[in-house]
């Protein structure tokens, strides 16, 4: 293989915006996946509460995060912007993964629970519009793809790295250290540049869906 494979046609079309994007959900399931996984465990291990509890938490966490995809989508449409929901989405999902480890009730791990998906359900369809917008359409396959793959990356190291520290550590600690690659994703996200699209433009995509 060419040595200069990658840079000359992987990489090809690929714009910084996608990069940052792909390291931003690389670190947010870095984070996400050294929580999540365990919530189950620490609910009903550390908490003392019964299987009903955990169905209840993650059924109300996807629910509300599916709901907000729709609303965030259409008004990021409507406003013309994307960035402020991604940050604000990113910000939120953050923010909560140090709360996990104040949570002496399952009803409180289920409010944090549902604030971060809150923060999954704005950013999503914005940050997936940001991708479309920052390359050509003969490459948007390939950015997704690229994002995707930054993405199964974070999720499989969170989890590894979850299980690994859990015997020394303990949950609350690594809901504490989940923190750091959190906000390192938020950081992350201030470089992106968001397109600038036009009432023309908008309408355009929306007769073409």
Not at 36 to 61: D, H, K, N, R
Not at 108 to 126: D, H
């Amino acid at each position: 293989m060419d040595k200069n494979f990658f840079k000359k046609k992987f990489f090809k079309g690929l714009t910084t915006n996608i990069f940052i994007l792909g390291f931003v959900s690389l670190f947010t399931d870095l984070s996400s996946q050294m929580v999540f996984p365990l919530i189950p465990l620490f609910l009903t291990t550390t908490l003392g509460a019964g299987a009903y509890a955990v169905g209840i938490v993650e059924g109300a966490a996807e629910t509300t995060a599916s709901l907000l995809k729709v609303i965030s989508g259409y008004w990021s449409d409507k406003i013309k912007k994307r960035k402020p929901f991604v940050l604000l989405g990113y910000s939120l999902s953050s923010v909560t993964k140090p709360l996990f480890a104040l949570a002496y009730t399952w009803p409180f791990v289920l409010f944090i629970r549902v604030v971060e998906r809150i923060g999954k359900g704005l950013r999503t369809a914005p940050r997936d519009a940001i991708v479309a917008e920052s390359c050509e359409k003969n490459v948007r396959g390939k950015a997704y793809g690229l994002q995707r793959a930054m993405d199964g990356i974070g999720s499989i190291s969170g989890a590894v790295l979850a299980f690994l520290l859990l015997p020394s550590l303990g949950y609350r600690n690594i809901f504490l250290l989940a923190f750091i690659p959190a906000i390192i994703a938020v950081f992350v996200i201030l470089f992106v540049k968001e397109k600038k699209t036009s009432s023309k433009e908008v309408r355009k995509m929306s007769l073409k869906v």
